[in-house]
């Protein structure tokens, strides 16, 4: 079974509409992380949490938001999506750790805004 | 700006070939490292680490080598099979006060091994 999950795998809509990923851990982690991949980029961040209803912003958080109500969620909402969001979102989850530490990540979702 | 990069974009070898695939880093203040490897609909899976008190790590045919000095490091696989075929990022955990780690990204290497 996967430790990190993501909801939906695939989603296309329209410029304009709300849309939410979700994203659930069995991991028992604190730390969990939303990246946007597009191509022939790395993954860039957008929020991260430490904790339940802890919110911090990433590199590119305009236009996303996301919240964490539950150690094993944390989703990310498109308020209003626009087609240059159209990318592979990833979810991520970690240990607290002072010295750093792997992120485990989920299976992607892709995100089409026409 | 802070900033991970890879060398290059792709990689083709030969099966059985050994592959090596390079990363540069600004921030001479990092001290941990981490290797990923994307297979294609997957996310990034952690491959292997290094901290800054260790040139040089071996995992089951991987080897990262770690040059401070110049502030490269790069992943070698050994015996390059076709399963190993993937994109390749190397990280950098951002530390900062309090714990958190914030991955910084290379763009990726693209390895395409060939039978």
């Known amino acids: 079974d996967a430790d990190v999950t993501q909801t939906p795998r695939n989603r296309i809509t329209k410029t304009g509409k709300r849309i939410m990923l979700e994203c659930s851990q069995t991991k028992g982690h604190d730390r969990m992380y939303w990246y946007r991949q597009d191509p022939g980029l790395g993954l860039r961040l957008i929020y991260y949490?430490?904790?339940?209803?802890?919110?911090n912003k990433g590199e590119i958080s305009d236009g996303y938001s996301v919240s964490r109500q539950a150690q094993a969620k944390f989703s990310l909402s498109l308020e209003s999506a626009i087609p240059n969001q159209t990318a592979l979102y990833f979810c991520a989850t970690s240990e607290k750790n002072l010295q750093g530490n792997e992120q485990f990540f989920g299976p992607g979702t892709r995100l089409t805004v026409l | 700006g802070e900033s991970v990069g890879l060398h290059l974009p792709t990689l083709s070898v030969q099966e059985g070939d050994n592959s090596i695939i390079n990363c540069a880093y600004s921030?001479?203040?990092?001290?941990?490292f981490i290797w990923y490897k994307q297979e294609s609909g997957k996310g990034p899976q952690f491959i292997i680490d290094?901290?800054?008190?260790?040139d040089k790590r071996q995992g089951q045919r991987v080897t990262v080598l770690l040059n401070k000095t110049v502030k490269h490091l790069s992943l070698q696989i050994a015996a390059t099979q076709p399963g190993d075929s993937a994109v390749y990022f190397c990280a950098d955990p951002q530390l900062r006060a309090g714990g958190y780690n914030k991955l910084i990204f290379g763009a990726g290497t693209r390895l395409a091994v060939h039978p």
């Open positions: 921030n001479s203040a990092s001290d941990y």
């Open positions: 949490s430490f904790d339940v209803k802890d919110i």
């Open positions: 290094i901290r800054s008190n260790m």
